[in-house]
């Protein structure tokens, strides 16, 4: 009986959730392409309120979790724990100051072909988080770019180099 009750609530939340990743120390940055309010949510789909932007950029978000199509994040300037936000909301910067030759890659693995390469920096919406990798869509030449980039090139703060 207690392995049936058990059953069902694990369904009832990863039906409710999605599948979830649990992430350490990855941290990323509200309002990445403009400083326009964005919603916030207590639970995915659960609308909780409008966030506004600093005044020369978004907040530094420590990525806690990805559900479906949300991550949770809790961002401290703001004493906000555990909110959600939608994917694609939250921005890495692509840093490439030496202008090397960056790949975005086809899967988040670096045996993975390329399917773009990047040659300076770009901001970069955030859409999925996997083992070291990061899933940017990048506007290169007006031109929508999607791929996997490793946070080996990315830095989580708007107002830094992460150097």
């Known amino acids: 009986m207690k392995r049936r009750i058990f059953t069902i609530i694990y369904l009832t939340q990863l039906l409710f959730y999605g ?76 840093q490439n100051y030496d202008s090397l030759r960056i790949p975005m890659s086809i899967h988040p693995d670096t045996t993975s072909l390329a399917c773009n390469y990047l040659y300076t920096s770009y901001v970069g919406r955030v859409y999925d988080i996997y083992k070291g990798f990061a899933f940017l869509e990048i506007t290169v030449d007006k031109k929508s770019i999607k791929g996997w980039v490793e946070f080996k090139y990315l830095c989580g703060n708007p107002y830094t180099t992460c150097n």
């Open 19 to 94: 599948c979830t990743t649990h992430y350490s120390n990855i941290e990323a940055y509200t309002h990445a392409i403009d400083l326009k309010s964005i919603s916030i949510y207590s639970k995915p789909g659960k609308y909780y309120k409008k966030l506004d932007s600093d005044t020369e950029g978004g907040w530094i978000a420590e990525v806690k979790r990805k559900g479906k199509d949300y991550f949770e994040i809790s961002i401290s300037d703001l004493s906000l724990n555990d909110v959600w936000i939608r994917a694609g909301e939250l921005g890495l910067t692509v």
